[in-house]
């Protein structure tokens, strides 16, 4: 991702702080711009369409190069069709992942 082997129509967002935050700023070391939500609020995602089903074994997040914006906490979901959608789990299958940007959490999900 990080190269531009993927186009950056394959880049999606539930929302976008306008021509310098739209998703595929999101690549890392961009150092000039980043994807930052267009509001605040939980509800607000980032999504990366890899183009064939592959295994992610490690993701990486960096804030805005310039400004003091980045997001605090995440988790992981995957799909095969964009439609069904389901969360990053822990070993057991019984927590989901979720990310932040200080400590990795798993949050106890019984509806993952």
């Given at each position: 991702m990080e190269n531009g082997d993927l186009p950056?129509?394959?880049f999606t967002s539930s929302s976008d702080g306008g021509p310098e935050k739209v998703?595929?700023?999101?690549?890392?070391n961009n150092d000039q711009a980043a994807w930052c939500a267009g509001e605040k609020?939980?509800?607000q995602y980032i999504q990366v369409d890899l183009g064939r089903s592959r295994t992610v074994s490690r993701?990486?997040?960096q804030g805005h190069p310039s400004s003091?914006?980045?997001?605090?906490?995440?988790?992981?979901?995957?799909?095969?069709?964009?439609?069904f959608w389901k969360n990053a789990l822990?070993?057991?299958k019984s927590m989901v992942r979720i990310f932040d940007y200080v400590?990795?959490?798993?949050?106890n999900n019984p509806n993952a």
């Open positions: 950056d129509q394959h998703p595929w700023k999101s690549r890392l609020n939980n509800e993701v990486a997040t003091a914006f980045w997001v605090t906490s995440y988790r992981l979901a995957y799909s095969v069709d964009g439609i822990d070993e057991s400590n990795l959490l798993i949050v």
